[in-house]
């Protein structure tokens, strides 16, 4: 159905950064050191970021859908692309989530409907996306986003 949302003809906004699973429910996607096992996301395909590593293969792996608040703010001015303009600016929180199992902390909008005054640090959170917009296609092109566990 036009202009319905549908788990299996989303997509990510920017291919890559995250995928569905079986059961439909999203993960990010990481780069992972081959050599050194650090983890990066945004995922790259070479060059560790570990400084003590010379590691240049990196392997493309799921991360934890779950994790604890570590940071947060909101934000009150429209972002950057790749978010298009939109007519009526809403402020909307950012948290910096911790995975514990990859030691990696991710920076993601917070699903519409929670701010800043919601969240708290060790809060559990769990990795959800938000539509974006349709693509010439039809395929609804998604970001992730931290919503509270
Ligand atoms: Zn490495």
């Not at 699973?21 to 995922?43: E, M, N, R, W």
Request: with cysteine; aromatic share 10%; hydrophobic share 40%.
């Amino acid at each position: 159905m036009p202009g319905e949302t549908d788990a299996a003809t989303q997509l990510p906004a920017i291919d890559g950064w995250w995928s569905l699973d079986d059961s439909g429910a999203p993960h990010l996607i990481a780069g992972k050191c081959t050599q050194c096992s650090t983890y990066v996301f945004p995922p790259r395909a070479n060059n560790c970021p570990n400084p003590a590593c010379d590691g240049d293969d990196l392997a493309q792996v799921p991360l934890s859908r779950r994790g604890t608040v570590w940071s947060y703010t909101e934000n009150r001015y429209p972002p950057p692309a790749p978010y298009p303009a939109q007519e009526t600016f809403e402020p909307f929180a950012i948290a910096a989530v911790e995975l514990a199992d990859e030691g990696l902390i991710v920076l993601g909008k917070v699903a519409d409907g929670t701010l800043a005054a919601d969240l708290k640090v060790g809060m559990e959170m769990e990795l959800t996306t938000m539509p974006l917009y349709t693509d010439d296609d039809g395929f609804v092109r998604s970001v992730y986003a931290w919503r509270i566990a």
